[in-house]
């Protein structure tokens, strides 16, 4: 069964920084983009960072450029998405989403929460 399962949500001020993980099972994903979303109260669920788990390629939204990194550990089998700078409008449910290359196979976590306070 493959899973998908994000943590290191919580509560931090602004200017704060956060590291959020995905932890991945089930599959090995070398032929996959792995990405995280977010999901704002009263808002359509938005892109935030993507990276190609082979080749480390990465694209990130005009709305966290700067400020986040998103990372892999082929070991741990973890994308990792380390947020700095964080403002009030960052406050969210961050989904890991990870979505063949080919094909139509996407997955999904069940989602973290993170709350920027001012």
């Known amino acids: 069964q493959v899973q998908l399962v994000e943590s290191g949500g919580g509560l931090v001020q602004a200017g704060g920084s956060l590291r959020l993980s995905c932890a991945t099972s089930g599959r090995t994903f070398s032929n996959y983009a792995m990405a995280w979303f977010r999901r704002a109260p009263g808002k359509e669920r938005e892109f935030v960072a993507a990276?190609?788990?082979?080749?480390?390629?990465?694209a990130y939204a005009k709305s966290v450029k700067g400020r986040a990194t998103i990372s892999r550990d082929n070991a741990k089998n973890t994308v990792y998405l380390q947020m700095n700078s964080l403002k009030p409008e960052d406050t969210a449910v961050y989904y890991c989403?990870?979505?063949?290359?080919?094909?139509?196979?996407?997955?999904w976590g069940q989602g973290t929460q993170v709350t920027v306070s001012s």
């Open positions: 990276i190609m788990w082979s080749g480390g390629n990465t």
């Open positions: 989403n990870a979505r063949a290359l080919i094909g139509i196979t996407n997955y």
